[in-house]
């Protein structure tokens, strides 16, 4: 059984599955060279926490979290070492030529990449079957699915061994059985999208109603219907007939929507910037914020009372 974490990158991901490992028991250190991001992600604890009381999620015995600008320090012991820096393939493979000779022989090492494949990442580490993907989403102490992708040369013992530390927390392993790129959250993720902004694009809608769309439509009937059961519900005749004509229809575009690379190109990236789509104030950040913790948690908790009836 695992006892100690080094989560290494406190992004956005990295406080939150920092604070759910510690609160299931485990001693977590956490790593990042900034100290100043060390201090952004202690100020942000007691809201994940209070996050995770709200869950229902009681602390278990033995649990604690530590921050490091030591790496070597960080995975000292680990017995898992969860790499969640930035999504570029240099910057992970430095990562992990640092951990050589820091680790021992017997620790795993996984990556929260969003969706660059396992068996890429795998060629820059000399131990390549002691790693696989562990991919959170955002955000990570809230949502309880975590994807595990194996690599080509991933050991089945260590997908395994994720899949029980995930089973242990009391969240929901996915075993995603090819290693395709985005995995599968994010492709689904992402055709969504593409449509969504070409539809706003095209003028065909605007922002705010495609999003009420959305979210009181399709995605209100996904929170509890997934995709395939919705083709049994729908009925396969149904999306047969409809996806015969609407299919050719879709967009298809294999490039960036210059909807996004104009905003991009402005430094308009949405609440990191104040603005993006929409335009925020300071304020209005933080009360979103806690707006949308309070609704992913009300809505989980309807959904495990739906799987106790």
Request: hydrophobic content about 45%; glycine content about 14%.
């Given at each position: 059984?695992?006892?100690?974490?080094?989560?290494?990158?406190?992004?956005?991901?990295?406080?939150?599955?920092?604070?759910?490992?510690?609160?299931?028991?485990?001693?977590?250190?956490?790593?990042?060279?900034?100290?100043?991001?060390?201090?952004?992600?202690k100020a942000?604890?007691?809201?994940?926490?209070?996050?995770?009381?709200?869950?229902?999620?009681?602390?278990?015995?033995?649990?604690?979290l530590h921050f490091t600008t030591s790496l070597a320090d960080a995975v000292k012991d680990a017995d898992l070492v969860i790499e969640n820096v930035p999504e570029k393939i240099e910057i992970k493979a430095d990562v992990y030529r640092a951990l050589e000779g820091l680790i021992a022989s017997k620790t795993l090492v996984v990556s929260d990449t969003s969706g660059i494949p396992i068996s890429k990442l795998q060629e820059h580490?000399?131990?390549?079957?002691?790693?696989?993907?562990m991919h959170w989403s955002n955000p990570?102490?809230?949502?309880?699915?975590?994807?595990?992708?194996?690599?080509?040369?991933?050991?089945?013992?260590?997908?395994k061994a994720i899949v029980t530390l995930i089973e242990e927390l009391g969240l929901l392993p996915v075993v995603v059985n090819k290693d395709v790129p985005g995995f599968v959250e994010n492709r689904i993720l992402y055709a969504l999208l593409r449509e969504a902004v070409d539809l706003v694009e095209e003028g065909v809608i605007a922002p705010e109603a495609l999003d009420t769309c959305v979210s009181w439509g399709i995605g209100y009937k996904l929170s509890v219907i997934g995709p395939m059961?919705?083709?049994?519900?729908?009925?396969l005749d149904i999306y047969h007939s409809v996806a015969g004509f609407l299919n050719q229809e879709l967009s298809t575009r294999g490039d960036i929507a210059p909807f996004v690379t104009k905003r991009v190109a402005e430094k308009r990236l949405g609440l990191k910037t104040g603005g993006g789509v929409y335009a925020y104030t300071p304020e209005r950040i933080k009360e979103l914020g806690a707006e949308r913790a309070r609704k992913l948690v009300a809505v989980r908790r309807a959904l495990e009372e739906k799987d106790r009836t």
């Open positions: 059984m695992m006892k100690r974490i080094a989560v290494i990158g406190l992004g956005t991901m990295g406080p939150g599955m920092a604070q759910r490992l510690a609160q299931g028991g485990l001693v977590v250190t956490a790593f990042d060279t900034d100290g100043a991001q060390i201090e952004k992600a942000m604890l007691p809201l994940i926490t209070g996050v995770l009381d709200r869950l229902g999620i009681t602390p278990k015995p033995g649990g604690a580490l000399s131990h390549p079957e002691r790693f696989c993907g990570p102490h809230i949502i309880p699915m975590i994807e595990v992708i194996s690599g080509a040369k991933t050991a089945p013992e260590t997908a059961a919705l083709l049994d519900v729908a009925g």
